[in-house]
Structure formats: structure tokens, C-alpha cells
């Protein structure tokens, strides 16, 4: 649970979406479809991050919002 507790987090948040932005840009240059396939994967954690949102959270037993686990 500790995992989510901090993807909830601001610093968990900004975590997600810096690191989504690292994918987009490292798929952007690449290029080519592996590229284009890699800069869409790093659009996930970015809107995960700024949608509040934990997607492996109800794998790991957490909630699924990131304002219901900060309760």
C-alpha cells in the first residue's frame, strides 16, 4: 500500500507526469511506429497523473483514486 500512498501523492503525481513526458520524448525521437508506440504508452501515466488516478491500485488492493487513499 505504501506504493500507492505515494502515487497519490503530489510528488507521486509529478513523478508520473515528468516521467510520461520522458517517454513521449524519447518515442518522438526514436521515430518510426516502435517510436509513435512508445510516446502513446507515455501519454498514460500523464493523464493518470493529472486525473488523480492510480491504475494499479485495485491490483494491489488500493483504491482506484488517488483522493480516496489520501483519506
Known sequence: MGL????AS???RLLRVV???VLVVVGLVIGGPAGWVIAVIGLVPIAAGAANVC???PLIG???K???LRR
Open 4 to 7: 500507492a500512498t505515494f502515487m
Open 66 to 68: 488517488g483522493s480516496e
Open 10 to 12: 503530489t510528488a507521486g
Open 62 to 64: 488500493a483504491p482506484f
Open 19 to 21: 516521467l510520461g513526458i
Open 55 to 57: 491504475l494499479i491500485g
